[in-house]
């Protein structure tokens, strides 16, 4: 696999637990306390008030909320959908940016994004002291915002509520967010009624915090984490595993270095726009052979 390879790898990822099972663990068993508490014994309503997202809450000095907020549904036998959703979208991107992120940035990319779309939320909803936000969809954007950046055009098929989707992740975070901007100002901005519990101001902030994400701790990484450019050519079957042409007489001879760097950077971005199971047997022992020879450095 593509997250096996020593360059596409955080260093403590081997040795993490699996955040993506712990934080579906953590969403699943908030859900079903404040379930069997407030649905069928009527109480625990004050302890949601303090931990639920609110002007009140945080001009009352309890910045906790901007991270429990992710993980209170009011009315939980009602919320089912929204917390089947958070699950799937958590399940889905967490597990593909795990073996990339390591655990620990992986729960520190969804706590950001709940903090920042809790705080955009606020910053939108602050002269209504009666809204109130809960859920984690804002961490799901932020996971998502961070894949579609990593792996902007690899094909991505799943099931979404017995529906097959198709669709590349460049595209899936460019329609999302569109669609939650004229949310935004729709609902938001102009104030008309919202047809049930919406926050795009919090989505949206989910998004800017993968963005942010990407663009401080991988945007500068290499051809891996870069959008794809245009296709090349496949190497010709004879083609020795390192020769690199030279096209004009004047250039220096490269040394065997750089040209283990070429190739590398061709076969990434080949894996970015084609996807793993396009490489040839001879370009995946390029790969093994430049773990071995990077690694000596």
Not at 80 to 92: K, P, S, Y
Not at 111 to 132: C, M
Request: glycine fraction near 8%; charge should be positive.
């Amino acid at each position: 696999m593509l997250s096996d390879r020593f360059y596409m790898r955080d260093p403590g990822a081997d040795k993490n637990t699996n955040a993506v099972g712990w934080l579906v663990a953590s969403i699943i068993a908030a859900f079903v306390v404040e379930l069997i508490f407030l649905t069928w014994f009527g109480a625990g309503a004050s302890t949601l008030r303090s931990l639920e997202m609110s002007v009140p809450n945080l001009q009352h000095g309890r910045v906790w909320t901007v991270f429990t907020y992710g993980f209170i549904h009011w009315n939980s036998s009602q919320n089912l959908l929204h917390v089947a959703a958070v699950v799937f979208g958590v399940l889905i991107f967490g597990q593909k940016l795990l073996p990339v992120l390591g655990s620990a940035r992986l729960i520190a990319v969804y706590a950001a994004s709940l903090a920042t779309g809790a705080l955009a939320w606020a910053a939108s909803n602050w002269g209504h002291p009666g809204a109130e936000l809960f859920g984690g969809m804002a961490g799901v954007y932020g996971l998502l915002a961070v894949y579609a950046c990593l792996f902007p055009d690899q094909d991505s098929r799943f099931t979404f509520f017995f529906f097959p989707v198709n669709i590349k992740p460049r595209h899936l975070l460019i329609g999302l967010g569109l669609v939650e901007f004229l949310a935004f100002v729709f609902y938001e901005r102009y104030g008309a009624e919202k047809p049930f519990a919406y926050a795009p101001s919090a989505h949206l902030g989910g998004i800017a915090a993968g963005l942010l994400y990407y663009r401080l701790f991988h945007a500068a990484a290499g051809p891996a984490f870069a959008p794809p450019p245009e296709e090349r050519p496949a190497p010709s079957r004879q083609r020795e595993v390192f020769s690199t042409p030279v096209k004009e007489a004047s250039l220096p001879p490269a040394t065997p270095r750089d040209e283990l760097r070429a190739e590398l950077d061709r076969i990434l971005d080949k894996i970015n726009s084609q996807g793993l199971s396009a490489l040839t047997s001879a370009e995946k022992r390029v790969l093994d052979q430049a773990k071995n020879h990077l690694s000596r450095r």
